[in-house]
């Protein structure tokens, strides 16, 4: 239950914003091709999660983050479909990971709260 513990943290993120925002309408995700969440998974584990708190019924927007190397021998980059494959340049192993292994909250929209 990967999806439920990141679902947790990212309530727990939104309620950070309870001083600014009396209500969260929309939240967007980056989602790593790496990161190993799935998606349709995460969107359930939210939308309990957030039930009954100040993010009820907000929009879920996820956007999906392509894996991307740069590859240590010949610096090339590439975007690997998963984490063993070669460079596609030189057939090395050794790669550096550039993108694609986060997962993050990248932008929370609301109602703010009344002075
Ligand atoms: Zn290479």
Request: charged share 25%; net charge negative.
């Amino acid at each position: 239950m990967h999806e439920l513990s990141l679902a947790v943290e990212i309530v727990r993120l939104l309620e950070s914003h309870a001083t600014e925002l009396q209500r969260i309408t929309r939240l967007t995700l980056d989602i790593g091709t790496l990161s190993c969440v799935d998606e349709q998974a995460l969107r359930t584990a939210l939308a309990s999660a957030m039930a009954g708190t100040l993010a009820a019924g907000a929009d879920i927007e996820i956007h999906t983050v392509e894996a991307q190397a740069r590859c240590q021998d010949c610096g090339q980059t590439f975007q690997p479909p998963d984490r063993i494959e070669p460079c596609p340049h030189c057939g090395s192993f050794k790669k550096t990971w550039l993108k694609g292994e986060d997962f993050r909250l990248r932008s929370v929209e609301g109602l703010s709260a009344s002075p």
